[in-house]
């Protein structure tokens, strides 16, 4: 591990620190790691909230090496003191007017990066982002009225084209991979949200499909297909 050659632009390096790149060691390594780290994590916080009444840790979830929690809110004026969590009444007031996600999300990660001097924690929250909504993978989520809302999310980078209608492939397909996208689109974005919402999600397909050289009936087809499916998939969950 403390010898990994690699090459980069022609040049042999070596890798000064970290574990070795694109070794099967590594990954093993970082899942061994991430769970020791989760269950000393979730431990140091049930001891630091221990004061907070009604406080709960509702979820803890990763993938790869991104961990999504679900939290109640930490009180105004909270500080980790000694691995504690305590609440300053001198910092209440200037807390109140930072959001509540904000404040327990970065006390938080301090608590994340007193387990490991090598492990250093980022966060995000929702309303780091201007939709209050954050993006996780494919969707962008927030907690409101103690319900999880989330919909269809894409990074603003992404390729703005779709498959195109000039690509090699037959019609047939190109028509099946289009209805699971626009499918996919609306199964990320919460069943109870206003269907305004769902809508302009399938109206921006549309714009994707035109732009992607689809004529005006084929891009029909396609939305009306999407729907047909959709609703098969809600009735059937209403029935399960």
Same mark, same amino acid.
């Given at each position: $591990?403390?010898?990994? !050659?690699?090459?980069?632009?022609?040049?042999?390096? #070596?890798?000064? #620190?970290?574990?070795?790149?694109?070794?099967? *060691? =590594?990954?093993?390594?970082?899942?061994?790691?991430?769970?020791?780290?989760?269950?000393?994590?979730?431990?140091?916080?049930?001891?630091?909230?221990?004061?907070?009444?009604? %406080?709960? *840790?509702? $979820?803890?979830?990763? /993938?790869?090496?991104?961990?999504? $929690?679900?939290?109640? +809110?930490? +009180?105004?004026?909270? &500080?980790?003191?000694?691995?504690? !969590?305590?609440?300053?009444?001198?910092?209440?007031?200037?807390?109140?007017? =930072? +959001?509540?996600?904000?404040? =327990?999300?970065?006390?938080?990660?301090?608590?994340?990066?007193?387990?490991?001097?090598?492990?250093?924690? =980022?966060? @995000?929250?929702?309303?780091?982002? +201007?939709?209050?909504?954050?993006?996780?993978?494919?969707?962008?989520?927030?907690?409101?009225?103690?319900?999880?809302? /989330?919909?269809? /999310?894409?990074?603003?980078?992404?390729?703005?084209?779709?498959?195109?209608?000039?690509?090699?492939?037959?019609?047939?397909?190109?028509?099946?991979?289009?209805?699971?996208?626009?499918?996919?689109?609306?199964?990320?974005?919460?069943?109870?949200?206003?269907?305004?919402?769902?809508?302009? !999600?399938?109206?921006?397909?549309?714009?994707? $499909? *035109?732009?992607?050289? /689809? %004529?005006?009936?084929? &891009?029909?087809?396609?939305?009306?297909?999407?729907?047909? *499916?959709?609703?098969?998939?809600?009735?059937?969950? @209403?029935?399960?």
């Amino acid at each position: $591990m403390s010898n990994h !050659i690699y090459t980069w632009d022609k040049t042999i390096k #070596k890798q000064s #620190k970290g574990g070795a790149i694109g070794s099967d *060691l =590594t990954g093993e390594l970082g899942v061994f790691i991430m769970q020791v780290w989760t269950s000393t994590f979730i431990d140091k916080v049930k001891e630091a909230t221990e004061s907070i009444p009604n %406080w709960e *840790l509702h $979820m803890l979830q990763f /993938y790869i090496d991104d961990g999504n $929690m679900i939290t109640d +809110p930490l +009180p105004p004026g909270s &500080r980790l003191i000694d691995q504690r !969590i305590v609440v300053v009444e001198e910092e209440v007031d200037k807390d109140c007017e =930072t +959001p509540e996600d904000e404040r =327990t999300a970065r006390i938080l990660t301090e608590i994340g990066n007193s387990i490991f001097s090598f492990l250093k924690l =980022t966060c @995000d929250f929702p309303s780091a982002h +201007p939709s209050g909504l954050m993006p996780i993978l494919d969707i962008q989520t927030k907690v409101e009225g103690g319900q999880i809302i /989330y919909q269809f /999310y894409k990074k603003p980078m992404s390729n703005p084209l779709l498959l195109r209608a000039s690509s090699a492939m037959p019609l047939k397909m190109k028509r099946t991979a289009l209805i699971q996208e626009a499918l996919r689109r609306l199964l990320r974005t919460k069943r109870e949200l206003a269907w305004e919402l769902k809508a302009n !999600i399938l109206s921006e397909f549309s714009h994707k $499909m *035109l732009c992607s050289g /689809y %004529w005006e009936q084929f &891009r029909l087809e396609v939305i009306e297909a999407t729907l047909r *499916l959709y609703h098969q998939k809600c009735r059937k969950s @209403d029935q399960e």
